[in-house]
């Protein structure tokens, strides 16, 4: 059975960090992109961020470019995302999920390409 699962939010202020962790199971890791996607209330889920095996291909959205890094350790089926300057906007749930492809074409418009969805970890920035 194939289960990924989020780890790493919580509450923090506006300019701090959160780091968020996509953990797999159940699948060949080191074969597929893992991408990063949020959905605050009353909007559609958005694509954040994707890294291909060999993080041959890295995505983000301009939203977050420059700000957020993502990270792959295949030993471990993980993908971590390292949020520095978080900003109210950043407030929604976090969902990572699993693709054969990570792509700027995969991560807008395309997400029913991504399989395997996470619960999802919640994210709040408030001061």
């Known amino acids: 059975q194939v289960q990924l699962v989020e780890s790493g939010g919580g509450l923090v202020q506006p300019g701090g960090s959160l780091r968020l962790s996509c953990t797999a199971s159940g699948l060949t890791f080191d074969y597929y992109s893992i991408g990063w996607f949020r959905q605050a209330p009353g909007q559609e889920r958005e694509g954040v961020s994707c890294?291909?095996?060999?993080?041959?291909?890295?995505y983000y959205a301009d939203s977050v470019k420059g700000r957020f890094t993502i990270s792959r350790d295949n030993a471990k089926n993980t993908v971590s995302l390292q949020m520095n300057s978080l900003q109210n906007e950043g407030t929604a749930v976090y969902y990572c999920a699993a693709a054969l492809q990570c792509s700027a074409a995969t991560m807008v418009g395309h997400l029913n390409l991504f399989d395997n969805w996470g619960q999802g970890t919640q994210v709040t920035v408030s001061s």
């Open positions: 890294i291909s095996p060999g993080d041959r291909h890295i």
